[in-house]
C-alpha cells in the first residue's frame, strides 16, 4: 500500500491561527474512481471516522478494513492510513489530540485507558460494524460533536470534549465486556502511570536532546528502576521508543520543511548525519532523501 500512493504528514489544524486540539470534518465524496485510494497520510491525532453512507476501505499501514454505512474506525496518533471508496460517500471524521484525554494530572489514574489508542500497531479492535454500534449511541455522540463544531455555541469545546469522551467509553467498555484483551496490560498501580505520564510529556518536550537519565531524573527515580518501568508498560525500552520518536519527527521535518537532511539529524537529536541515515534507512528501508523524494 506505502509504495503505491503518495504519503504526506498532516499539519495540525489551525483555527484562526491557533493549533486547536478537535478538529470535526464531513467528508462528501462524488464519483470516486474504484479502488483509487486518497493520499496515505498520518498526523500526530487520533482520528474517528464514523460512515453515514459509504461502501469504502480504510488502510491502516498494512491493514485493509471494510467501511460500511454505520461503522466506525479509529486510527491510533501516528498510524499512516487512507481511504477508497465504492460508490458515492459522506463520513465525519473526528481528530482528537492525545494530551486532550489525558494530559491533566487530575486524570493521570485514567492513563492506563489511554494507551492503547496512543500506541502505534496495536491489536486491539479499533474497527466497530453498524450492527455492533446497533443502540445509537455512538452515533449520537459523533453528530453532537459534529454539531458543536459546526455552530460553535457557548462552550462548545467542552461539549465536543464531553461526547468525545463518550465515544472511547463506549470502546473500552466493549472492550470490556467481549472479553477483548486491550486495557489489562495497561492495568498498572496509578503511580505506575504517573511516572510514565510525566515522563511523555517530558520526552515531547525536550526529544531532541534528552537521555534515560535525565528523564529518570525528572521522574525522581533511580536509572535502573526507571528504564525497568518504561519497558514494562510501553512494552519497547527507552532508547528504542526515543528513537523511533526522533524519526517519526525526522519524517514531519522531511515531508513539511524545507530543512537540509544535515539540519533534521540536529534537530531531532541524532548524533551525526550519517548516523541519522542509518538508523532511518533501517527503521524505513529507504534513506532521508529517497523517501523525501517519494512522497513529495
Given at each position: 500500500?506505502?509504495?503505491?500512493?503518495?504519503?504526506?504528514?498532516?499539519k495540525?489544524?489551525?483555527?484562526?491561527g491557533?493549533?486547536?486540539?478537535?478538529?470535526?470534518i464531513?467528508?462528501?465524496v462524488?464519483?470516486?474512481?474504484?479502488?483509487?485510494?486518497?493520499?496515505l497520510?498520518?498526523?500526530e491525532y487520533?482520528?474517528?471516522?464514523?460512515?453515514?453512507?459509504s461502501?469504502?476501505?480504510v488502510?491502516?499501514?498494512d491493514?485493509?478494513?471494510?467501511?460500511n454505512?454505520g461503522?466506525?474506525?479509529?486510527?491510533?496518533?501516528?498510524e499512516?492510513?487512507?481511504?477508497?471508496f465504492?460508490k458515492?460517500?459522506s463520513?465525519?471524521?473526528?481528530?482528537?489530540?492525545p494530551?486532550?484525554i489525558?494530559?491533566?494530572?487530575?486524570?493521570v489514574?485514567?492513563m492506563k485507558?489511554i494507551?492503547?489508542?496512543?500506541?502505534?500497531n496495536?491489536?486491539n479492535?479499533?474497527?466497530?460494524?453498524?450492527?455492533?454500534?446497533?443502540?445509537?449511541y455512538?452515533?449520537?455522540?459523533?453528530?453532537?460533536v459534529?454539531?458543536?463544531?459546526?455552530?460553535?455555541?457557548y462552550?462548545?469545546?467542552m461539549a465536543?470534549?464531553?461526547?468525545i469522551?463518550k465515544?472511547?467509553?463506549?470502546?473500552?467498555?466493549?472492550?470490556?465486556?467481549h472479553?477483548l484483551d486491550?486495557?489489562?496490560?495497561?492495568?498498572?498501580?496509578?503511580?505506575?502511570?504517573?511516572v510514565?505520564?510525566?515522563?511523555?510529556?517530558?520526552?515531547?518536550?525536550?526529544?531532541?536532546?534528552i537521555?534515560?537519565?535525565?528523564?529518570?531524573?525528572h521522574?525522581?527515580?533511580?536509572?535502573s528502576?526507571?528504564?525497568?518501568?518504561?519497558?514494562k508498560?510501553?512494552?519497547?525500552s527507552?532508547?528504542?521508543?526515543?528513537?523511533?520518536?526522533r524519526i517519526?519527527?525526522?519524517?514531519?521535518?522531511?515531508?513539511?520543511?524545507?530543512y537540509?537532511?544535515?539540519?533534521?539529524?540536529?534537530?531531532?537529536?541524532?548524533?551525526t548525519?550519517?548516523?541519522f541515515?542509518?538508523?532511518?534507512?533501517?527503521k524505513?528501508?529507504?534513506s532521508?532523501?529517497q523517501y523525501?523524494l517519494?512522497?513529495?
Amino acid at each position: 500500500m506505502e509504495s503505491e500512493i503518495k504519503k504526506v504528514y498532516e499539519k495540525k489544524f489551525r483555527r484562526d491561527g491557533v493549533e486547536v486540539p478537535i478538529h470535526c470534518i464531513l467528508m462528501e465524496v462524488k464519483n470516486p474512481k474504484k479502488h483509487d485510494p486518497q493520499t496515505l497520510h498520518y498526523h500526530e491525532y487520533i482520528e474517528i471516522l464514523y460512515s453515514l453512507n459509504s461502501k469504502a476501505y480504510v488502510y491502516i499501514n498494512d491493514r485493509v478494513i471494510d467501511f460500511n454505512t454505520g461503522d466506525l474506525v479509529i486510527v491510533n496518533s501516528g498510524e499512516a492510513h487512507a481511504l477508497s471508496f465504492e460508490k458515492d460517500s459522506s463520513y465525519i471524521v473526528i481528530k482528537v489530540m492525545p494530551e486532550l484525554i489525558y494530559t491533566s494530572e487530575q486524570t493521570v489514574f485514567e492513563m492506563k485507558y489511554i494507551l492503547p489508542f496512543i500506541i502505534q500497531n496495536t491489536k486491539n479492535k479499533r474497527y466497530f460494524t453498524s450492527e455492533e454500534l446497533q443502540d445509537g449511541y455512538v452515533r449520537h455522540a459523533v453528530t453532537n460533536v459534529y454539531r458543536e463544531w459546526e455552530t460553535k455555541g457557548y462552550c462548545y469545546e467542552m461539549a465536543m470534549r464531553a461526547d468525545i469522551l463518550k465515544i472511547f467509553l463506549w470502546v473500552l467498555r466493549y472492550w470490556r465486556e467481549h472479553d477483548l484483551d486491550a486495557v489489562d496490560r495497561f492495568d498498572y498501580p496509578d503511580d505506575l502511570l504517573k511516572v510514565i505520564q510525566s515522563a511523555l510529556e517530558y520526552i515531547e518536550k525536550n526529544y531532541a536532546y534528552i537521555t534515560e537519565e535525565e528523564v529518570a531524573k525528572h521522574c525522581n527515580l533511580s536509572y535502573s528502576y526507571f528504564s525497568r518501568t518504561f519497558k514494562k508498560v510501553m512494552n519497547q525500552s527507552f532508547s528504542e521508543y526515543i528513537k523511533d520518536y526522533r524519526i517519526t519527527k525526522a519524517e514531519q521535518m522531511l515531508l513539511s520543511t524545507d530543512y537540509s537532511i544535515s539540519e533534521i539529524s540536529a534537530l531531532t537529536g541524532f548524533s551525526t548525519p550519517s548516523y541519522f541515515i542509518q538508523q532511518f534507512k533501517s527503521k524505513k528501508e529507504v534513506s532521508p532523501k529517497q523517501y523525501r523524494l517519494k512522497y513529495l
